[in-house]
């Protein structure tokens, strides 16, 4: 056994749990045996195809049992996981073989051309059904991995627009998932409802990792339908979502006490639930929500409590073994009650940026305090309440969206003077994203969305774009982006 070693965790399991389905999925069930048999084959294959320990396998291919075996083959191989969002672009995509330099792209079938163009002779390029194909029968043997080495990176987008990797290590992702299985009660008779995406650390540490250690099995979804998951329901006993699935459960009839009264746990996370919400869901249902408080860098750090008062409006709580604090600007910790920026630490907490040492130095405080960009405040009872981010992120649909990265391909325009890109309150995604521009000249607002589609990825596309005469300025010329919010704050309500 390698201490801090995730194949190994996952390998207990395996062995474990050996003949117990560990995954249902439209096609199949997948016993832990299997998906441990899967994973040794398919790192061989990769082995004949040049991944190495400490090279970066790139992903991006859809929802699958398949990319799930995948990740865990990367790390039997000791190799780099580097999932993507299916809706990236060629330029987004560019940046990022770019910057990783992954020996190898496994992708859709539609994407071959494109990591062609992208990576020329040096990436290696693989579909999912390819390296399935006869995969050989001999097991790769697992190679040893230490806890301060990276088992991941998944790039989360700058407040300057160009996204940063962060590399999360073996120690990060088992401690986050140990203290998760033991908090919210995991055990191997659960069931999980996983609708999510496995590209983000929602879907895929969070919801794999609490189901995989604790030998649960997994009811396996391709994506968010709230009629199939309403159906899960009736044998199923948690689930993980956004608020966005949330809301949608409640917009149907037969989401009822009666349908979830198998469950004991839902769980949300990924971007804030509205109190409204909140209270909608105990209503319809006799269930509270679970809110709990993450980040890419960082896995878990908050959750409210599985036993014990779960408060609207607020995310928990530190979990066992995080330490969290609220700061002022210039890190001097704030008292209770004060709002301030979140910062936290713990064995949880990414190893820094892949290749950005000065963006990773200037991140964390002097402790190893890091600095999350999120403004909060911590009530008389220990739980934090999130108040707004510090740097005008955007949560769309569980997604995040820096504007920065918008508003520089609209200021590229001709035709457009200047731009402020903004979230709103949406009833379905949360957010919104939404352009407010000034116009050079004449502009169709519909032509800026549609030349946009074509370099963002689609949730960073504005659903709206709206033309004005003027942004308001505060005296030092700077837009108030908050005098933006307020005035298009009912846009969709």
């Known amino acids: 056994m390698h201490d801090g070693d995730l194949y190994q965790r996952f390998a207990q399991s ?68 580097l999932p993507l969002n299916v809706e990236y672009t060629e330029a987004e995509l560019a940046y990022f ?55 991941a990176i998944l790039y989360t987008s700058g407040t300057t627009g160009k996204p940063k990797g962060a590399m999360l290590t073996h120690r990060n992702l088992i401690s986050n998932a140990e203290t998760l299985v033991e908090f919210w009660r995991f055990t191997s008779e659960d069931r999980l409802i996983h609708a999510l995406p496995i590209f983000h650390v929602h879907g895929l540490f969070v919801a794999l990792h609490c189901a995989l250690f604790s030998g649960a099995t997994i ?10 998951v309403i159906a899960a329901m009736a044998d199923a006993t948690v689930m993980m979502g956004v608020p966005t699935f949330y809301t949608r459960l409640l917009g149907e009839a037969d989401f ?8 004991r746990l839902f769980v949300s996370g990924s971007a804030p639930m509205s109190a409204d919400v909140h209270r909608a869901f105990e209503a319809r249902t006799g269930h509270r929500v679970l809110e709990r408080y993450g980040m890419t860098e960082t896995g878990m750090l908050t959750s409210n409590p599985y036993d014990g008062e779960r408060k609207a409006g607020f995310v ?7 330490s969290v604090r609220i700061a002022s600007e210039d890190g001097s910790p704030l008292s209770q009650g004060d709002v301030g920026i979140v910062e936290v630490k713990g064995p949880n907490v990414f190893a820094g940026y892949w290749q950005m040492p000065e963006k990773t130095a200037s991140e964390f405080r002097e402790g190893g305090w890091f600095i999350t960009g999120d403004m909060g405040l911590i009530d008389a009872d220990g739980y934090i309440q999130l108040v707004g981010r510090e740097k005008d992120l955007i949560i769309t649909g569980g997604l995040n969206v820096y504007p920065a990265e918008v508003e520089a391909l609209l200021d590229d325009r001709d035709d457009v003077a200047e731009a402020a890109v903004i979230g709103v309150p949406h009833p379905d995604f949360g957010e919104a994203v939404v352009a407010i521009v000034r ?32 942004l308001p300025r505060n005296t030092m010329g700077k837009i108030q982006k908050k005098l933006l919010r307020e005035r ?5 309500s």
């Open 14 to 81: 395996f062995a474990r749990f050996a003949d117990k389905v560990a995954i249902e999925a439209d096609t199949r069930d997948w016993t832990y045996r299997e998906l441990d048999m899967a994973a040794g084959r398919l790192a061989t294959r990769l082995g004949e195809r040049g991944v190495a320990a400490g090279e970066r396998v790139l992903v991006q291919t859809a929802k699958s049992v398949e990319t799930v075996v995948l990740y865990l083959a990367t790390l039997r191989i000791g190799a780099i996981y």
């Open 256 to 263: 009822t006490r009666q349908a979830t009264s198998k469950m």
């Open 219 to 228: 009811i396996f979804q391709a994506k968010f339908n709230a009629r199939a």
């Open 488 to 492: 298009y704050a009912s846009l969709y």
């Open 439 to 470: 116009a050079a000249g004449t502009i169709d607002t519909d032509a800026v969305r549609d030349a946009m589609k074509r370099d963002l990825a689609g949730f960073k596309v504005p659903k709206q774009v709206i033309a004005v005469d003027e």
């Open 97 to 151: 073989v770019a910057d990783a330099t992954p020996v190898i792209a496994v992708c859709q079938d539609e994407s071959r051309d494109l990591f062609r163009r992208i990576g020329g002779d040096k990436l290696a390029i693989a579909t999912l059904d390819e390296l399935f194909t006869d995969l050989p029968d001999g097991l790769a043997p697992p190679v040893a991995r230490q806890p301060d080495d990276i088992a």
């Open 316 to 322: 928990g709580p530190p979990l066992p073994g995080v």
